[in-house]
């Protein structure tokens, strides 16, 4: 099909021309003098994106799914109990993890379209004098459904219960896109994928591990040998890694890590806040609604469509993919053919988006759902229009300032 394939699946995101040139390297000695050039920044560029001071990054040829592994593996053992609300795919996916690890998960099931219960978490915990429950594991953005939990909530919640648990969140989908304040949030354990706000391909897991974590790590029995973080704290303080690096991508990581701070972390949140609310106001022009039930659920790097009762969101995205050159994400397990997502993170802005609104509209059409065509794109663009970015500077023209 001519013309570029339009992208819109929150995760695997758009890789910006640079990085991709950047990836475009010969193949090198990973134990050569001087691979640690490339190499030592990245740790604490990466710390920098976590906004974590105190603490260690671990980068792991891997996904999202590895770094959950390794995050679990290198601070709990077979029995310990953890805490963990389900409201969504991907938490159910991390918690059948906990639960092959042989972790004891106290499942909290949550309704999809809603987050993490800071308060009922609380309570548990509470309720938790003998300090069993090791773990609570939050799932920041329920990429399934397009819900965004309040991390600062839930440790208020084990702060105000005095409950030594670590927490574990889950920043997949929400890591170089979302506010994320690992250690104003005191997070123990944070994770995320290359793929997604990092903008790149898949093939890294990524782990942000406290303080905390570190020690926890004396007394974890879980079995690791790939996932290692002694293996790879022993290497990585040379600049080396004990197995072959994902070269390419360190080289791309190193590029998008100077993306995210040439625009600035709080510049790149305020654009997602920003095109994910022009997204919004697209959704109930058509008459629609998303997944998150309330505005404080709602996620600015993915909204999950909710497609009328008599329709297949399945089918949606087989004729925006079909005809329209357009992927957007499919409704997951309990959601399928329910919900169709449009994916709004990494390298993205609005006219990008008015495209992939415009053959949402289309493909809606298509398959026999009422939405006026153009209305999804005239109240995104009356939004943007009229909420300018405060946050980036635009200088006039040359003729304008000669
Ligand atoms: N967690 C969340 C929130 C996700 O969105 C995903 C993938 O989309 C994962 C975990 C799993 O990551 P990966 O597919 O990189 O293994």
């Known amino acids: 099909m001519a013309g570029r394939n339009f992208l819109f699946v929150p995760g695997p995101t758009n890789v910006p021309d640079r990085v991709l040139r950047s990836m475009v390297v010969a193949m090198e000695d990973h134990r050569s003098s001087r691979f640690p050039e490339l190499t030592r920044a990245l740790f604490p560029d990466m710390r920098r994106v976590f906004q974590c001071t105190e603490g260690e990054v671990f980068v792991f040829p891997s996904t999202g799914t590895g770094a959950w592994e ?58 938790d004098r003998a300090h069993r429950i090791k773990g609570v594991m939050i799932v920041h953005n329920e990429t399934a459904t397009g819900v965004t939990s309040d991390i600062g909530a839930v440790r208020r919640a084990m702060d105000g219960a005095r409950h030594p648990a670590l927490l574990y969140v889950d920043a997949v989908s929400s890591l170089g896109s979302l506010e994320f304040r690992m250690s104003e949030w005191k997070v123990d354990l944070a994770v995320t994928g290359s793929q997604k706000g990092l903008m790149l391909p898949a093939g890294l897991g990524i782990v942000c591990a406290s303080p905390r974590a570190l020690a926890a790590t004396k007394q974890a ?34 590029t998008s890590l100077e993306m995210l701070f040439e625009e600035g972390l709080e510049q790149v949140y305020a654009r997602h806040r920003r095109l994910a609310a022009g997204v919004r106001e697209a959704v109930v022009a058509w008459g629609l609604r998303t997944c998150a039930r309330e505005a404080r659920w709602h996620s600015d790097t993915v909204t999950a469509v909710m497609v009328p009762p008599e329709t297949n969101g399945a089918q949606v995205i087989d004729v925006a993919f079909r005809r329209y050159n357009l992927a957007l994400g499919a409704g997951l397990s309990k959601m399928a053919g329910k919900l169709f997502r449009i994916g709004h993170l990494g390298d993205l802005n609005e006219l990008m988006l008015l495209g992939a609104l415009a053959g949402t509209e289309m493909a809606m059409a298509d398959v026999g759902i009422r939405v006026e065509p153009g209305s999804g794109v005239a109240a995104a663009q009356q939004y943007w229009r009229s909420a300018p970015v405060q946050t980036r500077r635009v200088a006039p023209p040359k003729a304008v300032m000669a």
């Open 221 to 254: 029995k879980c079995k690791r040998v790939f996932f290692d973080f002694a293996d790879m704290r022993r290497a990585n303080a040379d600049g080396y890694f004990p197995y072959t690096p994902a070269l390419p991508l360190l080289y791309g990581l190193r």
């Open 70 to 127: 390794a995050a679990l593996t290198n601070t709990l053992s077979p029995g310990d109990q953890v805490l963990a609300p389900r409201y969504g795919q991907f938490s159910h996916l991390w918690i059948d993890m906990m639960q092959r690890l042989g972790l004891e998960v106290q499942v909290l099931d949550v309704e999809w379209g809603e987050g993490a219960p800071a308060d009922r978490i609380g309570e548990i915990l509470r309720a």
